[in-house]
């Protein structure tokens, strides 16, 4: 039955509220239950012998599965479309237990230019402990990304669109250049949601999430996801999950349950309140430009508008001035709160040069398209017309 469920048979709005329960299971409760358990008990010493061996489906102890994180899982494996998914305590936990199951020393990792800052340190720390190498590349054109291929390479790492400037990756060429070279594709999917995006269905082989963005949606946990074949994620689950350890509380696991039955619903009204403020914030005077994959005028757009259902719940803009310009704006908000992450019902504004991108070298950033004066805006749920009253008092003060 659970099996039969993890097949993408009905739409994801559905799947999304259903998928990996079975009520009858339990008691009859119309909610998953949260089984708040460090271990289980066998019913006799045979019992327990046959768990370890694989022999008996039972569960043994909540590091190696849990009743709760399992309908999370097979949930989240229904709505990417993936054959299994495995939950984590963090996004890091899940980037990393990913990354060093696909890797050995003298393995090569290609990048897309711009990744998450500790998924960055992460390949610094795998590049000095254990050799494993890695480069970014803008993954621009067919050409760049062979010419960047090693015989090393075993995994190329994408994210799409890329924090802060949106920038955006053709997922169709980036898995056609990886299947004739058997390279595993991996793409960090946090800012599109499975809502979104769903990079397994375009042929990519594993997708991560970190979870504490749009799935949990409600700011009050921190979790990853990892969806993709289930040989691969079975493997992991008894190697780089169950040893490095970074396991999601049955509690967490519950709250993103309960968060992701309204992804769908909260999704539309990011981008509805997204697609408004880009306008108003591009015809603005005292606003340089925007980056928001929504935009005609962006670059991406076209990639964008192939691969993602919507352009999503996030913009960046420049605003005119210097760095001190794009502070007094920050703190001339009110209804609008200065924070990292993104994705929650509440709007949040970061200012990416001295915030999320800090530890980037300025030339770097600059490189990047990271100015002093480049904002980064997460859209909530809030009325669209509250949030662009408070943004224009905010201009208005600069
Ligand atoms: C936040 C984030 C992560 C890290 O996730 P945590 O849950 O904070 O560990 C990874 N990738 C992207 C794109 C993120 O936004």
Redesign the pocket.
């Known amino acids: 039955m659970e099996r039969l469920l993890m097949k993408k048979k009905k739409h994801l709005d559905t799947e999304i509220i259903h998928a990996g329960y079975d009520s009858g299971k339990h008691f009859d409760s119309l909610t998953p239950p949260i089984y708040q358990t460090s271990t289980f008990t066998f019913a006799n010493a045979e019992q327990g012998e046959k768990r370890f061996a694989g022999e008996d489906s039972g569960y043994i102890y909540s590091r190696l599965g849990n009743p709760t994180v399992k309908v999370l899982e097979e949930r989240m494996a229904a709505i990417e479309g993936g054959e299994a998914a495995l939950a984590f305590g ?3 936990a899940a ?1 990393s237990a990913t990354l060093i199951s696909l890797t050995k020393t003298g393995d090569h990792i290609l990048c897309s230019e711009g990744i ?1 800052g ?2 960055f340190g992460l390949l610094q720390i795998m590049k000095e402990k254990y050799a494993i190498e890695h480069d970014f590349i803008a993954m621009k054109t067919e050409d760049s990304i062979r010419k960047a291929i090693r015989p090393e390479t075993t995994v190329i790492y994408v ?1 799409t669109p890329i ?1 802060p400037t949106m920038t955006c990756i053709d997922l169709e060429m980036v898995v056609k250049i990886a299947k004739e070279k058997n390279i595993t594709v991996v793409v ?1 999917n ?2 599109c949601s499975p809502y979104l995006q769903n990079p397994l269905q375009i042929g990519c082989d594993v997708v991560i999430h ?1 979870a ?2 749009y799935i949990c949606g409600h700011g009050d946990v ?3 996801i990892v969806v993709g074949k289930e040989d691969f994620l079975g493997n992991m689950a008894m190697t780089t999950q169950k040893d490095i350890g970074g396991v999601i509380s049955p509690f967490d696991a519950w709250l993103l349950i309960r968060g992701l039955k309204t992804l769908p619903v909260r999704m539309d009204r990011h981008c509805h309140n997204a697609s408004i403020l880009a306008d108003k914030l591009k015809a603005h005077p005292k606003v340089e430009r925007i980056y928001y994959p929504g935009d005609k005028d962006f670059a991406d757009y076209e990639i964008a508008s192939k691969q993602m259902k919507k352009p999503g719940g996030l913009i960046s803009f420049e605003i005119k001035g210097n760095k001190a310009t794009a502070q007094k704006f920050m703190n001339s908000l009110s209804l609008i709160k200065i924070a990292v992450s ?1 994705g929650d019902a509440e709007t949040l504004v970061q200012h990416p040069a001295t915030m999320t991108h800090s530890v980037v070298p300025a030339e770097t950033r600059e490189k990047m398209g990271i100015k002093d004066t480049l904002l980064r805006l997460s859209l909530g749920l809030e009325s669209s017309d509250d949030i662009w009253e408070d943004i224009e008092q905010a201009l208005k003060q600069i």
């Open positions: 963090s996004g890091m980037v998450y500790c998924t994210e924090n960090d946090t800012f970190s504490t963005k921190i979790a990853g993104l």
